[in-house]
Nanobody
Framework: VQLQASGGGLVQPGGSLRVSCAVS????????MAWYRQAPGKQRELVAS???????RYADFVEGRFAISRDNAKATMYLQMNSLKFEDTAVYYC?????????WGQGTQVTVSS
């Protein structure tokens, strides 16, 4: 099983970024997917999740700025991030889950800085 996150980078406050997670080795549409993030010195936290059928949930701190989506035909998940803030700086990890099985990607760094 491989979850390959990409698309991170350096962006100014107020800017936008889209990160992607390409998945292989599992039946993608059968798995709930999620983005987590971990900032230096902090615990990993859930950012957003999406079921195989497209039902989405977001952490309170997202405040309508992010949008999670998935393309089951491409086995890829996305996170569109707008109005980025300094505090959004973190490594963003993708996660796939079905029942007791959970898989993690390697993470992609998002840095919000002026």
């Amino acid at each position: 099983v491989q979850l390959q996150a990409s698309g991170g980078g350096l962006v100014q406050p107020g800017g936008s970024l889209r990160v992607s997670c390409a998945v292989s080795g599992i039946i993608f549409s059968h798995h709930a997917m999620a983005w987590y993030r971990q900032a230096p010195g902090k615990q990993r936290e859930l950012v957003a999740s999406i079921t195989g059928g497209g039902f989405t949930r977001y952490a309170d701190f997202v405040e309508g700025r992010f949008a999670i989506s998935r393309d089951n035909a491409k086995a890829t998940m996305y996170l569109q991030m707008n109005s980025l803030k300094f505090e959004d700086t973190a490594v963003y990890y993708c996660n796939a889950q079905r029942g007791l099985y959970r898989y993690w990607g390697q993470g992609t760094q998002v840095t919000v800085s002026s």
